[in-house]
């Protein structure tokens, strides 16, 4: 009868593994009428100066609105959408939109308004169409291209073959700037940087744990975290630490000479509304 519990064991394992690779399916296959529907919305997350606390920039960060599963982070679904080659149609309207809320906060704060920061999956990076997509974007909706910045992963642009290093080149000379996401994470060629359009460098938030607080620092990460950001100024770029929960943090990062702060110490992610409030607040300072 071992055999049986035996058997058994496996049934229950297939049940499961199977129970889970439908549902991934059904959310593959729901994404195109979803993206029609526009089930999808956009949250932004402010990235703070950590010198004088004012917005810089803003994250653009991507939610669905599933009818029956309800609401569901990215993490649930970019890296399916990246699969099935539904987050080329998908990055272009987050990037649309993104592009549009923008434009509305530079009419209406002028020179205070900030950047639009917008993440690239690998794939959109690869696509053919990336600069006329951005162009087209641009121009409909008037934003300034200085006000746009794009987030690559060290992945997806260490090692990229000429034809999408280009296409970044041609962005950059447009005014866009890019910023390459959760550094320090990934495989990176720290020589190879000086030669890619980067303008930033976002500090992957994991390396803040070991900021956590004055008092239990932790010295190698410590070390890593400033010698990136020397790294980073060598070559001429802006610093962006992610993941900022503590006041302790923040300061640790501001006395390493990093610019800029991203985390739920100064904002978590939220509707457009939340951060009109904050650039309003700003303006009456
Ligand atoms: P990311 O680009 O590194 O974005 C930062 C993530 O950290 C966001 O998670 C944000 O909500 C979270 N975060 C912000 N502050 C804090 C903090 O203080 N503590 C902690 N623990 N987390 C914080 P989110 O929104 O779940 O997004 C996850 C990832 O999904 C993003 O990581 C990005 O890689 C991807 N993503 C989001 N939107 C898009 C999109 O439109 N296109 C693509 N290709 N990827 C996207
Ligand atoms: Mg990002
Ligand atoms: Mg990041
Ligand atoms: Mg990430």
């Given at each position: 009868?071992?055999?049986?519990?035996?058997?058994?064991?496996?049934?229950?394992?297939?049940?499961?593994?199977?129970?889970?690779?439908v549902?991934?399916?059904?959310?593959?296959?729901?994404?195109?009428?979803?993206?029609?529907?526009?089930?999808?919305?956009?949250?932004?997350?402010?990235l703070?100066?950590?010198?004088?606390?004012?917005?810089?920039?803003?994250e653009?960060?991507?939610?669905?609105?599933?009818?029956?599963?309800?609401?569901?982070?990215?993490?649930?679904?970019?890296?399916?959408?990246?699969?099935?080659?539904?987050?080329?149609?998908?990055?272009?309207?987050?990037?649309?939109k993104?592009?549009?809320?923008?434009k509305?906060?530079?009419?209406?704060?002028?020179?205070?308004?900030?950047?639009?920061?917008?993440?690239?999956a690998?794939?959109?990076?690869?696509?053919?169409?990336?600069?006329?997509?951005?162009?087209?974007?641009?121009?409909?909706?008037?934003?300034?291209?200085?006000?746009?910045?794009?987030?690559?992963?060290?992945?997806?642009?260490?090692?990229?073959?000429?034809?999408?290093?280009?296409?970044?080149?041609?962005?950059?000379?447009?005014?866009?700037?890019?910023?390459?996401?959760?550094?320090?994470?990934?495989?990176?060629?720290?020589?190879?940087?000086?030669?890619?359009?980067?303008?930033?460098?976002?500090?992957?938030?994991?390396?803040?744990?070991?900021?956590?607080?004055?008092?239990?620092?932790?010295?190698?990460?410590?070390?890593?975290?400033?010698?990136?950001?020397?790294?980073?100024?060598?070559?001429?770029?802006?610093?962006?630490?992610?993941?900022?929960?503590?006041?302790?943090?923040?300061?640790?990062?501001?006395?390493?000479?990093?610019?800029?702060?991203?985390?739920?110490?100064?904002?978590?992610?939220?509707?457009?509304?939340?951060?009109?409030?904050?650039?309003?607040?700003?303006?009456?300072?």
């Amino acid at each position: 009868w071992a055999k049986a519990e035996g058997k058994n064991q496996w049934a229950l394992f297939d049940t499961e593994r199977n129970a889970s690779e439908v549902a991934q399916f059904r959310l593959s296959a729901a994404m195109p009428a979803a993206l029609e529907r526009e089930e999808f919305y956009v949250d932004y997350q402010p990235l703070v100066e950590l010198g004088e606390y004012t917005v810089s920039g803003v994250e653009a960060l991507v939610r669905w609105w599933h009818p029956e599963l309800g609401r569901l982070g990215p993490d649930r679904f970019i890296g399916l959408a990246e699969e099935t080659g539904m987050i080329v149609p998908l990055g272009r309207w987050v990037l649309s939109k993104a592009c549009e809320q923008a434009k509305a906060w530079q009419d209406e704060f002028g020179r205070a308004a900030p950047f639009m920061s917008v993440n690239l999956a690998v794939r959109q990076s690869r696509d053919p169409n990336l600069v006329s997509d951005v162009t087209e974007i641009l121009d409909r909706t008037g934003l300034d291209p200085g006000k746009l910045q794009l987030e690559l992963t060290e992945s997806a642009i260490m090692g990229t073959a000429d034809e999408p290093l280009e296409a970044l080149r041609t962005l950059s000379r447009m005014g866009v700037r890019i910023a390459i996401d959760d550094f320090g994470t990934g495989y990176s060629n720290l020589a190879y940087l000086r030669h890619l359009p980067v303008h930033e460098l976002k500090i992957a938030g994991s390396f803040m744990e070991g900021l956590a607080d004055s008092e239990c620092i932790d010295p190698v990460d410590a070390r890593i975290v400033s010698t990136l950001v020397d790294l980073a100024h060598t070559l001429g770029l802006t610093v962006t630490a992610e993941g900022v929960e503590t006041h302790a943090q923040a300061k640790r990062m501001s006395e390493i000479g990093c610019e800029t702060g991203q985390g739920w110490l100064f904002a978590k992610p939220g509707p457009p509304d939340a951060v009109r409030e904050l650039l309003t607040a700003e303006q009456h300072r």
